[in-house]
C-alpha cells in the first residue's frame, strides 16, 4: 500500500477552501431558484403546481444569466479540486504558495459569478475568468512535472 504524506497546513487549507468551493456551488441552484420564484418562471410545466400564476418560457435574462453562472462553476471547479488535491497529495506543495493558489481560484470564481449575474460588461468577466484558468493551469503543469521527475 502506498502512503501519501501531505503537510498539515495543505491539508487544512485544501479542505477548507475545497469546502467553500462546494458551498457556492451549491448556492448557484439557489441562486437560480431565486429568480425563479420572483420572475414567476418555473422550469418546468410541472412547477405550475409551486408558481400557478406563473409561464414558462426559456428567455429570462436573469434566470438564465443565474443559470450560466452555475454551469460555468459545474465546468471549472471539479477540474480545480481535483487538480488541488492531486498536488497536495503528489507534489509536496510549498504551503503558502498553494494557499495562494486555492484563495485566488476561489476569490476569482466568486467574483467571476456576481460579474456574469450582474452583467457587467466585457472584459471584466473574461479576464476574471483566465485567471482562474491560469491557477488551474499551474497545478497541472506542477502535476506533469512531478509525474516527468518521478520517471527519471
Known amino acids: 500500500m502506498v502512503s501519501i504524506e501531505m503537510d498539515e497546513e495543505v491539508r487544512a487549507c485544501l479542505v477548507f477552501y475545497s469546502a467553500v468551493l462546494i458551498l457556492k456551488t451549491m448556492c448557484m ?48 471547479i471539479p477540474v ?7 498536488v497536495a497529495m503528489l507534489c509536496r ?10 484563495k485566488v481560484f476561489t476569490f476569482v ?6 460579474i456574469l449575474i450582474m452583467a457587467v460588461r466585457q472584459p471584466l468577466r473574461a479576464t476574471i ?14 502535476l506533469v512535472n512531478s509525474a516527468l521527475n518521478g520517471l527519471q
Open 80 to 86: 480545480f479540486l481535483v487538480a488541488a488535491a492531486l
Open 93 to 102: 506543495p510549498e504551503p503558502g504558495m498553494f494557499a495562494l493558489h486555492m
Open 109 to 114: 470564481r466568486c467574483v467571476h459569478s456576481v
Open 129 to 142: 475568468w483566465t485567471v482562474g484558468w491560469t491557477v488551474c493551469l499551474s497545478f497541472v503543469v506542477q
Open 29 to 76: 441552484s439557489l441562486v437560480t431558484a431565486y429568480f425563479r420564484t420572483v420572475r414567476k418562471i418555473p422550469a418546468t410545466p410541472e412547477d405550475f403546481f409551486f408558481l400557478p400564476d406563473g409561464k414558462c418560457v426559456q428567455d429570462d435574462p436573469d434566470v438564465e444569466r443565474s443559470r450560466r453562472a452555475h454551469l460555468n462553476d459545474l465546468e471549472n
